[in-house]
C-alpha cells in the first residue's frame, strides 16, 4: 500500500497561503479604517468647534485643531453660553 505523503504538505501550503492572503486582506481593511477614524476625530467640527476663515469671532478661542478649507482657523467657544 502507498502512502500520498506529499498530498498532505500540498494542501497544508495552500490553506496556509489562503489563511495569509486573508489575514493580510484583514490587515488592510483595518488600518484604513483607522486612518479614516483619525483624520474624523481630529476635525474641527467633530470635536464641538466652527470653522471660520476671519478669525474667532468674540467669545471663541483658537483651538489647534484641522479645518476642511485651507487658511480657516478652528474656533470654540469659551466660558457660558448665553
Given at each position: 500500500?502507498k502512502?500520498?505523503?506529499?498530498?498532505?504538505?500540498?494542501?497544508?501550503?495552500?490553506?496556509?497561503?489562503?489563511?495569509?492572503?486573508?489575514?493580510?486582506i484583514?490587515?488592510?481593511?483595518?488600518?484604513?479604517?483607522?486612518?479614516?477614524?483619525?483624520?474624523?476625530?481630529?476635525?474641527?467640527?467633530?470635536?464641538?468647534?466652527?470653522?471660520?476663515?476671519?478669525?474667532?469671532?468674540?467669545?471663541?478661542?483658537?483651538?489647534?485643531?484641522?479645518?476642511?478649507?485651507?487658511?480657516?482657523?478652528?474656533?470654540?467657544a469659551?466660558?457660558?453660553?448665553?
Open positions: 500500500m502512502k500520498k505523503a506529499q498530498g498532505m504538505s500540498v494542501n497544508v501550503i495552500i490553506i496556509a497561503a489562503l489563511a495569509l492572503l486573508v489575514l493580510v484583514l490587515a488592510v481593511v483595518f488600518l484604513g479604517r483607522m486612518d479614516i477614524f483619525g483624520r474624523q476625530s481630529n476635525s474641527c467640527t467633530s470635536q464641538g468647534g466652527k470653522c471660520m476663515s476671519s478669525g474667532c469671532e468674540e467669545g471663541y478661542s483658537v483651538i489647534p485643531l484641522k479645518c476642511s478649507n485651507e487658511g480657516d482657523v478652528c474656533c470654540t469659551t466660558g457660558a453660553v448665553t
